[in-house]
Structure formats: C-alpha cells, structure tokens
C-alpha cells in the first residue's frame, strides 16, 4: 500500500515542481551566456554592466526559490492531504496512520534531494558556460589533486556528506510535519487564534 500512496504523492509533487526545475535550467543557460559577457576583456559600458549584474541577481535569486518551491509544495500536499476536506477522506482508508506519514516523508525527501541535484547541475552549467574550457580544466585537476591527497577517503567524505543530506532533508521535513500539525490542532480547538 505504501508503493501506491507514494506514487500519488510524488505524481502530485512533481506535477509542479518540473515546471520550475525546466525554468531554472534554462536561466541557468542565460546566466552562464551572462557570466561569458560579463568576463570580456574589453570594458562594456556602465549601463550594460548593471544589465547584467541585475540579471544574474534575477536568475541566482529564482534559482534559490525553486528550492523554497520544493518546500511549499511538499508542506501543502501534507496540509491538504491531512487537514482539510480531503483529510476526512484519507483517514476513512483502511491504512495505518503510519504508512501515510512514511508515504509523505518519502516523497517530501525524494523531491528536495531532486530539487538540490537541479541546482548543482544549474550551478554546474552556469559555471561550464560562463568559463568555458578553464572550468573542465581546473575541475579535472581540483577533483584529480583531492584524490591524490586523500585516496578512498574522498570517497567516505562524500558518502558522509550524502547521508548528513539526506537525514537533514528528513529531519527538517518531520519538523515542519510537526509544526503544521500542532498549528491545525490548535486552529481547529481555538478558532479565534
């Protein structure tokens, strides 16, 4: 039962969420072509320069609020799912409380670790675009350099920091979880607050 909750709820997560994950990319692309123009070796003229400068503000500023999407539609999901209208008929399922809590956590997981690989490979292409060939090489050589300093423990840091980013991603969804349903309790016994 847990394989179908789940796929409801990331069918109803990613419904939205691939809009603003293609929208980001592609601004990535004209941040990147931003970067390039920016690092010209003559001097462009003032006006064309606070162009710029206020696109990439723009284009760095939608990119962090895909990942503030992420949350807000992952937390409505949970909302409505338990506390509105349509709680009345979840909970008449005959599915235990906790396999429906698991299906949300799940999915709310899943799509902020999605929502964090858009914006690395956003970062990515910025970069790949906006330095051109000195990005591969300085990466290669970085990524070549730590290995030869830390060998198989580059690959137990990693794997550290991958498992610190996922228990993050759960811990700070059940809290939020934990907020949205003290809130509804409360509103539901004292109308007034």
């Known amino acids: 039962m847990l394989g179908k909750l789940l796929k409801y709820d ?3 997560i990613y419904r939205y969420w691939w809009i603003g994950a293609l929208t980001t990319i592609a601004l990535s692309f004209v ?13 462009p003229a003032f006006p ?3 162009m710029f400068f206020l696109m990439m503000f723009l284009i760095i500023f939608a990119i962090s609020s895909f990942a503030l999407l992420t949350s807000i539609i992952i937390f409505v999901r949970f909302y409505k ?8 008929l979840t909970f008449t399922l005959p599915i235990k409380k906790g396999t429906l809590l698991n299906s949300k956590l799940i999915a709310g997981t ?4 999605s929502s964090t690989a858009v914006i690395i490979t956003n970062i990515f292409i910025m970069l790949a675009i906006g330095i051109g ?10 990524i070549a350099e730590l ?17 610190g980013v996922v228990l993050a991603y759960v811990f700070s969804t059940l809290f939020t979880y934990v907020c949205i349903t003290i809130a509804s309790i409360i509103t539901k016994k004292a109308r007034v607050i």
Do not use: H, P, R
């Open 81 to 88: 799912n338990f506390f509105s209208d349509e709680g009345y």
């Open 133 to 142: 060939a000195d990005f591969w090489s300085g990466a290669s050589k970085g």
């Open 110 to 113: 899943l799509a902020q670790l």
């Open 48 to 50: 064309v320069v606070m």
């Open 10 to 12: 990331l069918k109803y």
């Open 31 to 43: 941040g990147g072509f931003c970067i390039k123009i920016g690092t010209v070796e003559e001097e």
């Open 147 to 163: 290995w030869n300093s830390l060998g198989l423990y580059l690959l137990i840091y990693l794997a550290e920091i991958s498992a």
